[in-house]
């Protein structure tokens, strides 16, 4: 059985689950924000035996440690609610900082069974989702990437004098703002600029740079268990504001997506790239400069991919025939024969 974990908002599982739904593929989708008030939840641990249980309230639908065979962690995130009302804000906080232990436990515990196939291995992909780490291990696997600096002292920012800069946040991609979000895309700035502000505006936080790189086009390419799929990205037909500098912000000016084929040099490195962190699956991040050389930006070790597919990328159907292999291989059943099991 394929054991989801995410949350239920997340609607990228609901694609791959269609099509186990219609291969009979039996699976368990698990929304861990819904933890405390649509499941019941046993773990026993013993010197004679181990194991779990996980039933949903609403059905009969269950799952048990033995019966999984691949684990597909998606979006877990901390439970939002509690069974019962809870006036108490702190008692409240503190019981679903309880649960949200739990369900970090529960995850580590999974990869006990070396055995199981995981895609989003909840401890790998952690380690892998460091952006020095990751430039580290590009640059091993023979990747180009750009000069790179992390920092908050004023004065190494001298060695970027007179360059173009790219401005990324390392983790905080939003900030609340009235009537919604401000959202952190990259921006595209002139280094004297920022030295012209002083060491205040740079010196409260860890800074994190680039140097610019100037792009013909970008690239989007989605690996599954060694299998490419790959987009180009039209981001410099937009303008700076628009997404030509991040084409995140081209979701909303009709960027376009085209599928193309893998470069073939990208191909090894990107491989030894996901074996370094033992991961099946990674989204990277390319920009092809004028000169036509490829530069590493980063890899989202559980990227989305959805709006991918609507350019045409058959990536759904790739990671649930990853699923049904290895639920075959491991009960060496004919799994089509077998009976779907969901929550949705």
């Keep these: 059985m394929l054991f989801i974990i995410t949350n239920e ?17 039996p ?9 405390l008030t649509d499941y019941d939840i046993t773990y026993n641990l013993s010197n004679e035996k181990c194991g779990f249980k996980i039933k949903y309230k609403r059905t009969d639908l269950s799952i048990t440690d033995s019966q999984i065979s691949c684990v597909w962690e998606r979006r877990p995130m901390e439970p939002l609610a509690t069974y019962d009302l809870i006036e108490d804000k702190y008692v409240k906080n503190a019981i679903l900082e309880e649960a949200d232990g739990f369900v970090r436990f ?8 070396r055995d199981i196939l995981w895609i989003g291995h909840p401890i790998n992909e952690r380690l892998g989702g460091s952006k020095i780490l990751q430039k580290l291990v590009a640059r091993d696997v023979g990747l180009s990437i750009p000069d790179t600096l992390f920092s908050n002292d004023f004065a190494s920012l001298e060695r970027f004098r007179n360059k173009t800069l790219a401005v990324k946040p390392i983790s905080s991609f939003d900030i609340p703002a009235d009537g919604g979000s401000i959202v952190f895309y990259v921006q595209k700035v002139d280094c ?9 505006a740079f010196r409260n936080t860890i800074n994190f740079i680039e140097q610019y790189t100037e792009k013909e086009h970008e690239l989007r390419i989605t690996v599954i268990d060694g299998e490419f799929f790959t987009a180009r990205i ?3 037909k937009l303008t700076d504001d628009k ?4 084409w995140r912000q081209g979701y909303d000016h009709d960027i376009q997506f085209i599928p193309t084929d893998t470069p073939e040099e990208l191909k090894r490195p990107c491989l030894e790239f996901l074996k370094y962190f033992d991961l099946r699956f990674g989204c990277f991040d390319f920009i092809r400069t004028p000169n036509g050389e490829y530069i590493f930006l980063e ?4 990227g989305q991919w959805l709006w991918l597919e609507d350019a045409g990328l058959a990536i759904s159907p790739a990671l649930a025939e990853v699923f049904i292999k290895q639920i075959s291989r491991k009960t060496g059943a004919d799994v089509s024969a077998s009976a779907g099991n ?3």
Excluded: M, W
Excluded at 299 to 302: A, F, K, M, P, V
């Design 243 to 246: 997404g030509a500098v991040d």
């Design 27 to 35: 699976f368990f989708r698990f929304n861990t924000d819904k933890l």
């Design 9 to 25: 908002a997340d609607i990228h599982p609901n694609p791959v689950i269609d099509i186990l739904l219609e291969r009979g593929i």
């Design 192 to 200: 004297n600029k920022i030295i012209e502000l002083g060491e205040g």
């Design 342 to 344: 969901t929550q949705i």
């Design 234 to 236: 039209e981001s410099q």
């Design 106 to 113: 529960l995850r580590y515990a999974l990869t006990h069974d």
């Design 299 to 302: 890899c989202n070790t559980n």
